[in-house]
Nanobody, 122 residues
Framework: VQLQASGGGLVQAGGSLRLSCSAS????????MGWFRQAPGKEREFVAA????????TYADSVKGRFIVSRDNAKNTVYLQMNSLKPEDTAVYYC????????????????WGQGTQVTVSS
């Protein structure tokens, strides 16, 4: 699976962005997908995960109620809608995939895409 994240940019606090992650290669719909982020000087952290069907989602406490993960299997794409953005959301965001949902939530998915920078100004 090859993954490519896009949609990052500069936004003011309180604003919104939608990230997209396009997948190619093996059957996209058979994979659980996740979003992770890494801020400067910090370790990479889990943000959100979605099961292959979209029926299950998991969020980090720091983004719960503000971010929404979704997927369109017909388009081989997963999305992260980010609302009410805060300066502490500034990071490089990565999408990832794994056959097992639990592995994505645990932070060890097998496939990773290149990141997209999100910067939230105060």
């Amino acid at each position: 699976v090859q993954l490519q994240a896009s949609g990052g940019g500069l936004v003011q606090a309180g604003g919104s962005l939608r990230l997209s992650c396009s997948a190619s290669g093996r059957t996209f719909s058979s994979y659980a997908m996740g979003w992770f982020r890494q801020a400067p000087g910090k370790e990479r952290e889990f943000v959100a995960a979605i099961s292959w069907s979209g029926g299950s989602t998991t969020y980090a406490d720091s983004v719960k109620g503000r971010f929404i993960v979704s997927r369109d299997n017909a388009k081989n794409t997963v999305y992260l809608q980010m609302n009410s953005l805060k300066p502490e959301d500034t990071a490089v965001y990565y999408c990832a995939a794994d056959p097992a949902y639990s592995t994505v939530v645990a932070g060890t998915p097998v496939y990773w895409g290149q990141g997209t920078q999100v910067t939230v100004s105060s």
